[in-house]
């Protein structure tokens, strides 16, 4: 399996000398899921962002397939890389079709190929075309609205997505019928995706391996099935305040392990 993604001791400090990532190195292959992990403030947004180079590091490289984005036309390759954010940020004076067909136009794609691809992803974001093609971000709930930003992210067939918390704001049965649907998506379109979360149970739920991040470093990188079981004391301490309202924590372990395991298992 080929390299989608590399990161080469990547640097980045702001003018005032603080470092937000420091000496950032892990690679990411093709048609996988990553989750970025760690509290606010270890950079992960920032390091999601020198993908597309929203952010250019101090120092060191970012590499997609082998060729460093900073040779690369920012406006062609954020173009080419699905973007998702927790506000979504659809345009609000544009329908729900137009929205997602919104990379495609600017790729200079028909009106008739934007309104078939469009109408060919929500509903496969489970969002009926007819029903909401022709309404307006305000007239959507925010479990559609991130619908609707999952499948622009989707409308050029990008094959990397990069996605920044994108069910943070979500109550937690929107969140999980989310998570279901992006699963789904995922497991037939074969993208390479990097998720920042703050959510432990959705990165072990949606993610190959496991990056957990502290003070902008990376003091983790695991498969999802070994991450449960890793004695790094930084891994243990985040698994520990996620769990703390589960009193059962120490014997429903084994448990969310075999579960991991086998769903890592899975085609």
């Given at each position: 399996?080929?390299?989608?993604?590399?990161?080469?001791?990547?640097?980045?400090?702001?003018?005032?000398?603080?470092?937000?990532l420091?000496?950032?190195?892990?690679?990411?292959?093709?048609?996988?899921?990553?989750?970025?992990?760690?509290?606010?403030?270890?950079?992960?947004?920032?390091?999601?962002?020198?993908?597309?180079?929203?952010?250019?590091?101090?120092?060191?490289?970012?590499?997609?397939?082998?060729?460093?984005v900073?040779?690369?036309?920012?406006?062609?390759?954020?173009r080419?890389i699905?973007?998702?954010?927790q506000?979504?940020?659809?345009?609000?004076?544009f329908t729900?079709?137009?929205?997602?067909?919104?990379?495609?136009?600017?790729?200079?794609?028909?009106?008739?190929?934007?309104?078939?691809?469009?109408?060919?992803?929500?509903?496969?974001?489970?969002?009926?075309?007819?029903?909401?093609?022709?309404?307006?971000?305000?007239?959507?709930s925010?479990?559609?609205?991130q619908?609707?930003?999952?499948?622009?992210?989707?409308?050029?067939?990008?094959?990397?997505?990069?996605?920044?918390?994108?069910?943070?704001?979500?109550?937690?049965?929107?969140r999980?019928?989310?998570?279901?649907?992006?699963?789904?998506?995922l497991?037939?379109?074969?993208?390479t995706?990097?998720?920042?979360?703050?959510?432990?149970?959705?990165?072990?739920?949606?993610?190959?391996?496991?990056v957990?991040?502290?003070?902008?470093?990376?003091?983790?990188?695991?498969?999802?099935?070994?991450?449960l079981?890793?004695?790094?004391?930084?891994?243990?301490a985040?698994?520990?305040?996620?769990?703390?309202?589960?009193?059962?924590?120490?014997?429903?372990?084994?448990d969310?392990?075999?579960?991991?395991?086998?769903?890592?298992?899975?085609?």
């Open positions: 399996m080929s390299v989608a993604i590399e990161f080469r001791n990547v640097l980045f400090a702001t003018p005032q000398g603080r470092v937000l420091d000496g950032i190195s892990f690679a990411v292959k093709e048609e996988t899921t990553t989750a970025i992990l760690g509290r606010s403030g270890s950079g992960k947004t920032t390091l999601l962002r020198c993908v597309n180079r929203m952010v250019s590091p101090t120092g060191g490289d970012v590499l997609i397939e082998g060729r460093n900073a040779a690369l036309d920012p406006i062609v390759l954020r080419g699905g973007y998702v954010i506000e979504t940020g659809l345009f609000p004076h729900v079709e137009r929205n997602v067909g919104v990379v495609p136009e600017l790729l200079g794609w028909s009106r008739t190929e934007r309104a078939r691809r469009s109408r060919e992803l929500l509903q496969a974001a489970g969002l009926d075309p007819d029903e909401f093609g022709g309404r307006y971000p305000n007239q959507l925010g479990g559609q609205r619908r609707v930003g999952l499948a622009r992210a989707l409308a050029a067939d990008p094959k990397i997505l990069l996605m920044d918390e994108p069910f943070g704001a979500l109550d937690p049965l929107t999980a019928e989310m998570q279901d649907m992006l699963r789904d998506l497991g037939r379109m074969k993208k995706v990097l998720l920042v979360t703050h959510d432990l149970d959705e990165a072990l739920y949606l993610a190959d391996r496991i957990l991040l502290n003070e902008g470093r990376v003091v983790a990188h695991l498969a999802q099935a070994e991450f079981q890793s004695q790094q004391p930084e891994v243990q985040y698994i520990r305040a996620f769990h703390r309202g589960d009193r059962n924590h120490g014997r429903n372990r084994a969310r392990q075999n579960r991991g395991a086998e769903e890592a298992r899975k085609p």
